[in-house]
């Protein structure tokens, strides 16, 4: 299997920053590739919604409301994600997902491709 590990969120006041970082691996195995890394995000009573996206080859896609305060970053070598915060609004309260999509892995002798998620971290914007 293939665990997606977020980390960097938490408590901040409106107009402060954050990164969250995001780290994928295989169990008993490694991972060959993941096609695309992205962000999403899901607010109380509200779907979960695309935040970021970013590809192997580094192309990047947001969502209107984060252009130009949020930017993603990966590191293809280590199977991590980065979403660098700025300028939080108290809208960007929600919980932030990390997602690895397309992963290419070896885990437990097996070959195993996919779309993982992970636990979710909690970024709250006080007003």
């Known amino acids: 299997q293939v665990q997606l590990v977020e980390s960097g969120g938490g408590l901040v006041q409106a107009g402060g920053s954050l990164r969250l970082s995001c780290s994928a691996s295989a169990a008993a195995g490694s991972i060959s590739g993941i096609d695309s890394m992205g962000w999403y995000r899901q607010a109380p009573g509200k779907q979960r919604e695309l935040v970021a996206l970013?590809?192997?080859?580094?192309?990047?896609n947001y969502a209107d409301s984060v252009k130009g305060r949020f930017t993603i970053s990966r590191d293809n070598a280590k199977n991590t994600v980065f979403l660098q915060m700025i300028s939080l609004k108290p809208e960007d309260t929600a919980v932030y997902y990390c997602n690895a999509k397309g992963t290419t892995a070896r885990s437990m002798g097996a070959w195993i491709y996919g779309d993982y998620w992970g636990q979710g971290t909690q970024v709250t914007v006080s007003s």
């Open positions: 970013i590809t192997s080859g580094g192309s990047t």
